[in-house]
């Protein structure tokens, strides 16, 4: 789970205009009623919020993120964090980026740990989060975060390309989406060059895979010319010696296999043989080849 919340009790920051994310907050829920002081933060000055984590969200279309606190008396402060992602592919792939289990009936889907709530609906992402000594049960954040959920947007479609991921196999919730190359080393250390050329043009996603601890890779380059390129260099940059040849085995005694599909590479890393590497690649193939015969 990508969150701030945790730490922004500690975090600095003077109280700002207010932001025209605060329609979408409640002045009261039950007997919690929303601060009048708020903090707005941007993508120049996230890092003046948090550090670190700030490059996760600055990754997608992150435009601006509405930090608020509801009181209650007697009882300790409920935070909430309200992100601008830009679009429903960012805000899903900034609540996908850590997500470790995911439950339906808020947004576009939630995840609960501990005193944390975090879901994803349209192109906003939002965490609402009790103060570590409040102790406040569950059900308070819940109702919180599906008030908060019934004043957005409704509509919260996945990326399409998360559909061209294989399902047999794979591991749940392991579905990850991103753009750029460093959020491809967080979650799969690949090289410390940008073998596949991504960019924040580019889209991809990746999932993990049974038996053993496979990964299935599809990156959506802005044209097919752009992918023939980036499965050359991936090629001669990961596997030098079997750059020619579709599947092969890494020094490390795993398999991978690469594919070019139109303007999509797919790479599956880390296969337990050669037979699931292409099993592996070549249904995401098929899975591609039907979705663009659709139209998708």
């Given at each position: 789970?990508?969150?701030?919340?945790?730490?922004?009790?500690?975090?600095?920051?003077?109280?700002?205009?207010?932001?025209?994310?605060?329609?979408?907050?409640?002045?009261?829920?039950?007997?919690?009623?929303?601060?009048?002081?708020?903090?707005?933060?941007?993508?120049?000055?996230?890092?003046?919020?948090?550090?670190?984590?700030?490059?996760?969200?600055?990754?997608?279309?992150?435009?601006?993120?509405?930090?608020?606190?509801?009181?209650?008396?007697?009882?300790?402060?409920?935070?909430?964090?309200?992100?601008?992602?830009?679009?429903?592919?960012?805000?899903?792939?900034?609540?996908?980026?850590?997500?470790?289990?995911?439950?339906?009936?808020?947004?576009?889907?939630?995840?609960?740990?501990?005193?944390?709530?975090?879901?994803?609906?349209?192109?906003?992402?939002?965490?609402?989060?009790?103060?570590?000594?409040s102790g406040e049960p569950t059900p308070q954040l819940v109702e919180l975060?599906?008030?908060?959920?019934?004043?957005?947007?409704?509509?919260?479609?996945?990326?399409?390309?998360?559909?061209?991921?294989?399902?047999?196999?794979?591991?749940?919730?392991?579905?990850?989406?991103?753009?750029?190359?460093?959020?491809?080393?967080?979650?799969?250390?690949?090289?410390?060059?940008?073998?596949?050329?991504?960019?924040?043009?580019?889209?991809?996603?990746?999932?993990?895979?049974?038996?053993?601890?496979?990964?299935?890779?599809?990156?959506?380059?802005?044209?097919?010319?752009?992918?023939?390129?980036?499965?050359?260099?991936?090629?001669?940059?990961?596997?030098?010696?079997?750059?020619?040849?579709?599947?092969?085995?890494?020094?490390?005694?795993?398999?991978?296999?690469?594919?070019?599909?139109?303007?999509?590479?797919?790479?599956?890393?880390?296969?337990?043989?050669?037979?699931?590497?292409?099993?592996?690649?070549?249904?995401?193939?098929?899975?591609?080849?039907?979705?663009?015969?659709?139209?998708?």
């Amino acid at each position: 789970m990508v969150t701030l919340v945790a730490l922004s009790m500690a975090a600095c920051g003077g109280e700002q205009p207010m932001s025209y994310l605060a329609q979408f907050l409640p002045d009261q829920v039950d007997n919690w009623r929303l601060s009048d002081s708020t903090s707005t933060y941007n993508r120049q000055s996230i890092f003046d919020y948090i550090n670190g984590a700030g490059e996760v969200y600055r990754s997608f279309a992150f435009g601006e993120v509405l930090v608020a606190r509801y009181s209650r008396q007697g009882s300790g402060d409920i935070s909430v964090e309200l992100f601008d992602m830009g679009n429903p592919a960012d805000a899903y792939g900034v609540f996908s980026y850590a997500r470790e289990s995911e439950e339906m009936g808020i947004g576009g889907g939630y995840e609960r740990k501990g005193g944390v709530l975090c879901f994803w609906q349209n192109r906003y992402y939002v965490c609402v989060a009790a103060d570590q000594s409040s102790g406040e049960p569950t059900p308070q954040l819940v109702e919180l975060a599906r008030t908060i959920s019934e004043q957005l947007p409704a509509e919260s479609e996945r990326p399409n390309l998360v559909a061209m991921l294989p399902t047999e196999g794979m591991v749940a919730f392991s579905e990850r989406f991103f753009h750029n190359h460093q959020s491809l080393n967080y979650h799969y250390y690949l090289a410390r060059e940008n073998l596949l050329g991504l960019n924040p043009g580019t889209d991809v996603v990746m999932a993990r895979y049974q038996p053993g601890s496979s990964y299935v890779v599809i990156v959506r380059h802005e044209n097919e010319n752009e992918a023939i390129g980036s499965l050359f260099a991936f090629r001669q940059g990961y596997v030098p010696d079997n750059a020619n040849s579709q599947t092969a085995q890494t020094e490390r005694g795993k398999y991978v296999s690469s594919r070019q599909y139109s303007r999509f590479v797919v790479v599956v890393l880390d296969a337990v043989s050669e037979r699931q590497a292409d099993q592996l690649a070549q249904a995401t193939v098929e899975r591609l080849t039907e979705s663009l015969n659709w139209g998708n």
